[in-house]
């Protein structure tokens, strides 16, 4: 099943900014080129990873001449391997000039979430335990990059500070305490989901008396997860967070809890090594 694209007017706006970024106020070099030459190429996958991104890349042309035309051969979502063919792009050679870098830097920077993504997915995989991206994304691309991490086979934590409440430690010093912080987010939106981050076990049953949906394991060691799992004995979620790397998920998730959040996921990209080749001109 198609995974769902960020809104029309996301990409859109993402894409302008970074032609702006780009283009200014025109591209000088790609103005050598005679107005009516038409250039045909490819881009070729240089390494193994999960492809996306294929919509800004398609804006990106669109936004600088609708005759250019791609032709995807593999959709976001598909593993490549290297040397793999992944779309032709034919049209006039100054907009496949002029948008190349901006085009690729989408398709490299969100095929690289995409595949780390894959990655902590399939650690986790036959687990049961889902793994979920963190707010620690480049700012101005956080759908992109959600959308990638989606793409990739992991989940989605919220989208920002407006859509779920995650009651953190400088929330609860503020509030007066843990209770105090969950009831009050209880009474102000009832049904929207709260996340209540401990920092030891004297405040888990706590969260949980208080109404917490899940209760965030911050930092916790591999035997501390697992205290708290045997005492909260399953009245609530359980997700750690905090110092997650590929190596440690797998023996995390063994411990018992329900989710693991992973800054990395969208913090510690590297970016697919893509290459836009032009094969002929006319």
């Keep these: ?41 490819h881009v070729v996958a240089r ?7 294929s919509a800004w890349f398609d804006e990106v042309f669109r936004q600088l001449d609708r005759a250019v035309g791609v032709r995807w051969l593999h959709g976001d979502g598909d593993w490549l391997e290297p040397g793999t063919e992944v779309c032709r792009i034919q049209g006039p050679s100054r ?22 993504a894959r990655r902590y997915a399939d650690a986790l995989a036959g687990t049961g335990v889902q793994v979920l991206d963190t707010r620690k994304t480049v700012p101005g ?9 989606r793409a990739g086979g992991a989940d989605n934590h919220r989208f920002g500070l407006f859509d779920a409440y995650l009651i953190k430690e400088n929330h609860i010093a503020a509030c007066g305490g843990l209770t105090p912080a969950v009831e009050v987010a209880r009474l102000r939106a009832a049904g929207t989901p709260i996340t209540a981050e401990i920092e030891d076990l004297a405040q888990l049953d706590e969260a949980i008396a208080a109404g917490a949906d899940v209760v965030m394991l911050d930092n916790f060691d591999a035997d501390g997860i697992r205290q708290a799992v045997e005492q909260a004995a399953g009245r609530v ?38 290459s836009l080749r032009l094969d002929a001109a006319g």
């Design 1 to 41: 099943m198609p995974i769902p694209l960020p809104p029309r007017e996301t990409i859109r706006d993402d894409v302008a900014r970074a032609l702006a970024e780009d283009v200014g106020g025109g591209d000088l070099t790609a103005a050598l080129v005679p107005a009516s030459r038409q250039a045909e190429g």
């Design 47 to 53: 390494e193994a990873a999960v492809l996306c991104g």
């Design 95 to 116: 907009a496949v000039l002029t948008g190349e870098r901006t085009a690729l830097n989408f398709l490299q920077f969100l095929s690289g979430t995409a595949t780390t």
């Design 141 to 149: 691309l956080r759908a992109a990059q959600k959308y990638a991490v």
């Design 237 to 274: 979620a359980l997700e750690v967070s905090g110092g997650v790397d590929l190596d440690a998920v797998r023996g995390l998730a063994a411990t018992g809890v329900d989710r693991i959040s992973v800054g990395a996921l969208t913090k510690h990209v590297h970016a697919l090594d893509l």
